[in-house]
């Protein structure tokens, strides 16, 4: 029901941009984040958007570098990443949520029902 897209190769310095197609809900989503794994450790928070419109929310890893981004009418979320890191290597998943949740939690994956399979960025 989640697919991610745009994941790859790239030098540090570089910009890649992940896509995040949705379909097949059943129940009606709140929240979005994208997720990243890197191995040996575990899955963080990177960033998070309310569905409905409005804020977003970054690590502070990323903040300033990356744009997660929503097309409602395309079912789509993204993450804008530029000026990447070697650090920023990890397997990216996009994720979505069933409930409303406090801003103190959008980066607790217990909080997403939905799960994409993930996409490889590696910087090098």
């Known amino acids: 029901q989640l697919v991610e897209s745009g994941g790859g190769s790239v030098q540090a310095g570089g910009s890649l941009r992940l896509s995040c197609a949705a379909s097949?809900?059943?129940?009606?989503?709140?929240?979005m984040g994208w997720f990243r794994q890197a191995p040996g450790k575990e899955r963080e928070g990177v960033a998070a958007?309310?569905?409905?419109?409005?804020?977003?929310y970054y690590a502070d890893s990323v903040k300033g570098r990356f744009t997660i981004s929503q097309d409602n009418a395309k079912n789509t979320l993204y993450l804008l990443m530029n000026t990447l890191k070697t650090d920023d290597t990890a397997t990216y998943y996009c994720?979505?949520?069933?409930?409303?949740?406090?801003?103190?939690?959008?980066?607790?994956?217990?909080?997403?029902?939905?799960w994409g399979q993930g996409t490889q960025v590696t910087v090098s």
């Open positions: 097949g809900y059943t129940d009606a989503t709140y929240i």
């Open positions: 994720a979505a949520g069933k409930r409303w949740v406090g801003d103190g939690l959008l980066f607790d994956p217990s909080e997403y029902h939905y």
């Open positions: 958007i309310y569905t409905g419109g409005g804020s977003s």
